[in-house]
């Protein structure tokens, strides 16, 4: 069984949960997460909405990037741990592709810094 290690980390004011994986060496983030940054959502319940949508369109067209994202439990504001959409970095790339977003270049180079260079402690 892998050693996960749960940790928040920050893309301007929004806070991005994360897990890491001793074992496999990755970051794992919250899509919800990721998607409030791009379309600049505070409230989780419209993210969360969006990612719905956006999950249920690509699916429906046939794209193996919903395949990729696994769920595991992640820490919600209210403090109790509940199954989330999580992608590894190379997923999360390309899912963000399919958002049209002014903040999709920044979250990409921000996702490149954090997601790879801290998987080498």
Excluded at 57 to 74: I, N, P
Excluded at 96 to 107: L, T, Y
Aim: charged share 35%; net charge positive; aromatic share 8%.
């Amino acid at each position: 069984m892998s050693t996960r290690q749960n940790t928040l980390a920050v893309f301007e004011d929004f806070k991005i949960r994360r897990i890491y994986d001793e074992k496999k060496e990755i970051w794992y983030f919250s899509v919800v997460d990721i998607i409030a940054v791009l379309i600049e959502q505070r409230e989780h319940k419209k993210a969360q909405s969006y990612w719905t949508t956006l999950k249920n369109r690509l699916k429906e067209e046939g794209s193996e990037v919903v395949t990729r994202c696994d769920q595991l439990k992640m820490e919600a504001s209210d403090g109790k741990k509940y199954l989330t959409d999580v992608a590894n970095p190379e997923t999360l790339l390309r899912l963000i592709q399919s958002v049209p977003s002014p903040k999709a270049e920044p979250i990409k180079l921000w996702l490149a810094k954090v997601g790879m260079k801290e998987c080498r402690r």
